[in-house]
């Protein structure tokens, strides 16, 4: 497979230090894909799990080293910290390794479209203001990622596609979690449509998503843990949401403009 080159490309929710994290796919796609700038758009590196359990395999290395090795070959790189990972917007402004920690940033497309990037968890109020919730139901979530994980590798030794998302799929069927996510990006738009935006991108929910809210762009890039999806600005500002699971043809699911999927 060749390399894509792209303008931007925003990923989020990599949870790496974590069993969730598929390092695999996450790999294939740093592998495949290459950009003038790349956003980091939280949940990087999971404290949380962290915290109750010391896990980083070698793979989890080799994506840092991926990470910072895009970054010394002239890769932009804006790390945007989420609420995993909350213990470094205590370094806004600071250089790491030639990249930059930024709490937020405006983004200007080739189309000259203003974008805020967030990692989205300043506009949950559960995670704003009951800390406690959000940590037990992130115990929750935890627990269908482990037991995805064992369902993933049944459905392989049957002969099913491996690619499964139990979470996801509970997620839909839980009329409360459409819900949540409905009013997490309404309250979102609603907020910053008159901030001189165009739109917001941004992820902590791992849904991915590009739609048109009362002419406001919302944009969420998703997750490397249920769905492997990033978004991607081409050289001529369009963006569009794609799939990427390891050892497959990457699928093209959204694009902004109205355009065909780019070959690439």
């Known amino acids: 497979m060749n390399t894509s080159f792209y303008r931007t490309i925003w990923i989020s929710d990599l949870?790496?230090?974590?069993?969730?994290?598929?390092?695999?796919?996450?790999?294939?796609?740093?592998?495949?894909?290459?950009?003038?700038k790349l956003y980091l758009v939280g949940d990087i590196i999971d404290f949380w799990a962290l915290s109750k359990k010391m896990y980083w395999p070698r793979d989890h290395n080799t994506i840092i080293q991926k990470i910072l090795r895009k970054a010394r070959h002239g890769t932009?790189?804006?790390?945007?910290?989420?609420?995993?990972?909350?213990?470094?917007r205590d370094y806004d402004d600071y250089v790491f390794g030639d990249i930059v920690v930024k709490n937020s940033d405006i983004h200007t497309t080739a189309q000259g479209k203003r974008f805020l990037?967030?990692?989205?968890?300043?506009?949950?109020t559960i995670a704003k203001h009951?800390?406690?919730?959000?940590?037990?139901?992130?115990?929750?979530?935890?627990?269908?990622?482990?037991?995805?994980?064992?369902?993933?590798?049944?459905?392989?030794?049957?002969?099913?596609?491996?690619?499964?998302?139990?979470?996801?799929?509970?997620?839909f069927k839980v009329k409360n979690a459409v819900q949540f996510i409905s009013d997490y990006e309404e309250s979102?738009?609603?907020?910053l449509k008159n901030e001189?935006?165009?739109?917001?991108?941004?992820?902590?929910i791992h849904h991915a998503e590009i739609k048109e809210i009362a002419g406001f762009l919302y944009v969420n890039t998703g997750d490397f843990v249920e769905s492997c999806t990033a978004i991607v600005?081409?050289?001529?500002?369009?963006?569009?949401?794609?799939?990427?699971?390891?050892?497959e043809t990457p699928q093209l699911t959204q694009?902004?403009?109205?355009?065909?999927?780019?070959p690439g």
């Open 233 to 247: 600005e081409h050289q001529d500002g369009r963006l569009e949401l794609i799939r990427w699971l390891a050892q």
């Open 188 to 191: 979102m738009v609603r907020t």
């Open 76 to 88: 932009q790189i804006i790390y945007v910290p989420g609420n995993h990972d909350e213990n470094v």
């Open 255 to 262: 694009q902004h403009e109205g355009q065909m999927p780019h």
């Open 196 to 204: 001189n935006l165009d739109g917001v991108i941004c992820g902590h």
């Open 130 to 171: 009951h800390k406690w919730l959000a940590k037990i139901g992130s115990v929750g979530y935890d627990w269908l990622i482990e037991i995805n994980r064992f369902l993933r590798m049944f459905r392989k030794l049957i002969g099913r596609q491996s690619h499964f998302s139990l979470a996801a799929f509970v997620k």
């Open 117 to 124: 990037i967030v990692h989205g968890d300043e506009y949950d």
């Open 15 to 36: 949870h790496i230090g974590s069993t969730q994290c598929q390092a695999d796919a996450l790999l294939d796609f740093l592998k495949h894909n290459d950009s003038e």
